[in-house]
């Protein structure tokens, strides 16, 4: 069965970076799109960041130009580099499986920005 492993999250001031990792299994993850989407407390899933099969990219306003996606189709896993970490990116962030897919498949990882 599809299963999405996220890893990375932690503790950062703010403007501080964090690299997000997404590790995938059960199913032929060159195949697919694959999205990031986060949930801060108290709020609904956001969808940040996709990446094509092709390599194609999009990023939601609120992270464009502070937050790239890539992926690595030889290790099935998908990553989310995180730069000038502001404290409204405090969140679960979740990777999923498809084109702008907000349904978390994984527990996700947890980030936090704060002094």
């Known amino acids: 069965q599809v299963q999405l492993v996220e890893s990375g999250g932690g503790l950062v001031q703010p403007g501080g970076s964090l690299r997000l990792s997404c590790a995938a299994s059960?199913?032929?993850?060159?195949?697919?799109?694959m999205s990031w989407v986060r949930q801060a407390p108290g709020e609904g899933l956001e969808w940040i960041s996709t990446?094509?099969?092709?390599?194609?990219?999009s990023y939601a306003d609120s992270v464009k130009g502070r937050f790239t996606i890539s992926r690595d189709n030889v290790k099935n896993t998908l990553y989310l580099q995180m730069d000038s970490l502001k404290s409204e990116d405090t969140a679960l962030y979740y990777c999923?499986?498809?084109?702008?897919?907000?349904?978390?498949g994984g527990q996700g990882t947890q980030v936090t920005v704060s002094s």
């Open positions: 990446i094509t099969t092709a390599g194609s990219t």
């Open positions: 059960g199913f032929t993850f060159s195949a697919y799109s």
């Open positions: 999923t499986k498809g084109w702008r897919n907000i349904n978390p």
